[in-house]
T-cell receptor
Framework: EPEVTQTPSHQVTQMGQEVILRCVPI?????FYWYRQILGQKVEFLVS????????KSEIFDDQFSVERPDGSNFTLKIRSTKLEDSAMYFC????????????FGDGTRLSIL | AQTVTQSQPEMSVQEAETVTLSCTYD???????LFWYKQPPSRQMILVIR??????QNATENRFSVNFQKAAKSFSLKISDSQLGDAAMYFC???????????FGKGTKLTVNP
């Protein structure tokens, strides 16, 4: 069964550095998402991406964050000038169509900011 | 804003027994979808079951069924004949029609005892 894959599984970065988290969605899916889960807290929506542009974003997704689908297969989340509070699990998800279709999640990337 | 509440941080069940996980949500919308996701220790979130709000009939997937009480805004998950492989974090999630994001509860950690 097709899966969403995320790399790396664990990323350790110094505070203030830029980090790029990578995701390969399921190939025929049209909607792409990033969520994050701070340890012990809820999974939170960050951003959705459709037709090569952001379609919805949360208040968490400020100018520090950006997303890109550079080559038609990868979907990346860039965090500029990371902060300690960016430490979390980051999940990528993809979806074939609209609301009634389930979102398929990757294994996540654990981001640790030192 | 929509919220999802899972009041049971942890639950345990004996193998082959039945367990019910609770979920309530708050919304003023009439068009929405509800989901239960399972996150085993391997971390990938897997869709267990989904329910469209306009459907009165409770969704069922093999040993998994829901009790959807729209007026009470309740969406509990029943797992019958529990198996060791059912041990995981279970997340209840809400998706409003016309929006793309999932709103998650904090999760319930299910332990299955042999």
């Amino acid at each position: 069964e097709p899966e969403v894959t995320q790399t790396p599984s664990h990323q350790v970065t110094q505070m203030g550095q830029e980090v790029i988290l990578r995701c390969v969605p399921i190939s025929n899916h049209l909607y792409f998402y990033w969520y994050r889960q701070i340890l012990g807290q809820k999974v939170e929506f960050l951003v959705s991406f459709y037709n090569n542009e952001i379609s919805e974003k949360s208040e968490i997704f400020d100018d520090q964050f950006s997303v890109e689908r550079p080559d038609g297969s990868n979907f990346t989340l860039k965090i500029r000038s990371t902060k300690l509070e960016d430490s979390a699990m980051y999940f990528c998800a993809s979806q074939a169509g609209y609301s009634n279709q389930p979102q398929h999640f990757g294994d996540g990337t654990r981001l640790s900011i030192l | 804003a929509q919220t999802v509440t899972q009041s049971q941080p942890e639950m345990s069940v004996q193998e082959a027994e039945t367990v019910t996980l609770s979920c309530t949500y708050d919304t003023s919308e009439s068009d929405y979808y509800l989901f239960w996701y399972k996150q085993p220790p391997s971390r990938q979130m897997i869709l267990v079951i989904r329910q469209e709000a306009y459907k009165q009939q409770n969704a069922t997937e093999n040993r998994f069924s829901v009790n959807f009480q729209k007026a009470a805004k309740s969406f509990s998950l029943k797992i019958s004949d529990s198996q060791l492989g059912d041990a995981a974090m279970y997340f209840c999630a809400y998706n409003q029609g016309g929006s793309e994001k999932l709103v998650f509860g904090k999760g319930t950690k299910l332990t299955v005892n042999p």
